[in-house]
């Protein structure tokens, strides 16, 4: 079988968990907030920014994520975005990208100071997902 070899030691981390945010995108807002407020017998909050809305999955700890309807919001049966743990910095694992197969589609991107970075790719399979990291 052909592959990637693991880098050396020193570029490994271990993660608690590998998914550290995700989005689901809606075209009906609405509906989809009321979806999931009913099924799990939650009040999520929202937020609406001129361009995007956003509710979020109640999470102390943990998980969380959104349903989001704007933009390049486009519900489908391709899946949901996955935000994966990028660890301390995104940087560590978005240059091993390309040499394993894949493609940046967008490079490591200020959030905000609170809620850190993202970068987004396509991997070897074609699939899109996101990296995050607090650096």
Known sequence: MGGVTSGSKKDKENFKDYVSWFEIPAVNFQ???DFYNYIYGIEMEKNFDGNYAMAFFPAN??????????????????GPLIYLNGGKDLNLILKKVEKAGGRIVMTKTLISKESGYFAIFIDS???????????
């Open 31 to 33: 509906q989809a907030v």
């Open 61 to 78: 700890e943990g998980i969380g994520g959104a349903i989001v309807a704007g933009p390049g919001s486009t519900p489908s049966d391709t």
């Open 125 to 135: 399979e074609g699939n899109k997902l996101a990296l995050h990291s607090k650096k």
